[in-house]
């Protein structure tokens, strides 16, 4: 469990994005053999999209997040009535949920997302977030791990969230789509005619991760070129001026 937990936090030290962030949970839960997971964080304002970083079927979260089920996820729902972690699912006691609340856990179920351990994060600064690990059916063993590790799997969680926050928070956005601090730094100095060499020079960083950040931008932003994602970022600061 040591040498886990220390690969663990070696990995979201060096995680940047979410793709990063991504790969480092991904490894510690299948170390754990905890199947699969999905971090949660609430938006600040609720005309936002939630923060998800999640190996849950992706059929699954794209529908979770198109109908924003987590206005009424009764999972989510308890997440925010308690900082303690707990368990959930079929077989499991639980307070009542209304018939929308039960059509999505139904839904659920039909992608093998029946049983769970949740850890609501509650860090004081802003609002909550949640790490759930998830199974397809109760396990003795899930069980029996979640009981003598909760506190361990409390703190991976509280300080994957605590990375997460602090390196993914100042994203920036256009048109609400988010870019990453680096792309958007990457596209801002582009508008300003600098070329991928000078804006390595400047950032520190080689070509080549420059001309990746700015190819994640324009796929992001669904454009083609750089002078149509510049474009896009022009038109999106005259708005704010406006």
């Known amino acids: 469990m040591h040498r886990i ?30 199947s699969c997971f ?12 939630p923060r998800l970083i999640s190996t ?15 206005l009424i996820d009764p999972v989510i729902t308890q997440a925010l009535q308690t900082a303690e972690p707990f368990r959930w699912g079929i077989g499991m006691p639980s307070s009542r949920s209304s018939s929308v609340q039960q059509q999505l856990l139904d839904e659920a179920a039909q992608f093998g997302i029946r049983v769970g351990f ?25 069980e029996s791990f979640t009981k003598s590790h909760g506190r361990v799997l409390q703190l991976m969680a509280m300080y994957f969230h605590a990375h997460v926050r602090r390196k993914l928070a ?3 956005s256009i048109d609400g789509i988010r870019l990453s ?17 000078e804006i390595g020079c400047i950032l520190g960083i ?5 001309a990746d950040y700015l190819e994640n931008a324009k796929e992001k932003l669904g454009v083609r070129t750089i ?16």
């Not at 080689?206 to 420059?210: E, I, P």
Request: glycine share 4%; with cysteine.
């Open 227 to 242: 002078a149509q994602a510049v474009t896009r970022l022009a038109a999106a600061n005259k708005k704010k001026q406006n």
């Open 181 to 197: 601090p680096r792309e958007f730094e990457c596209l801002e100095w582009a508008s300003q005619g600098k070329s991928a060499w």
């Open 170 to 172: 100042n994203e920036r």
């Open 38 to 49: 999905a971090y949660l964080a609430l938006p600040g304002r609720i005309e936002r999209r």
């Open 206 to 210: 080689s070509r080549n991760t420059v």
């Open 118 to 142: 949740t850890v609501p994060i509650h860090d004081g600064h802003g609002p909550i977030a949640a790490l759930t690990f998830a199974l397809s059916q109760r396990s003795p063993a899930f």
């Open 56 to 70: 849950y079927p992706t059929e699954w979260t794209a529908h979770y997040m198109r109908s924003r089920y987590e």
């Open 5 to 34: 937990f220390q690969d663990f936090i070696d990995s979201i030290a060096n995680a940047h994005d979410d793709a990063g962030f991504l790969v480092a949970m991904t490894a510690v839960a299948s170390a754990l053999e905890l």
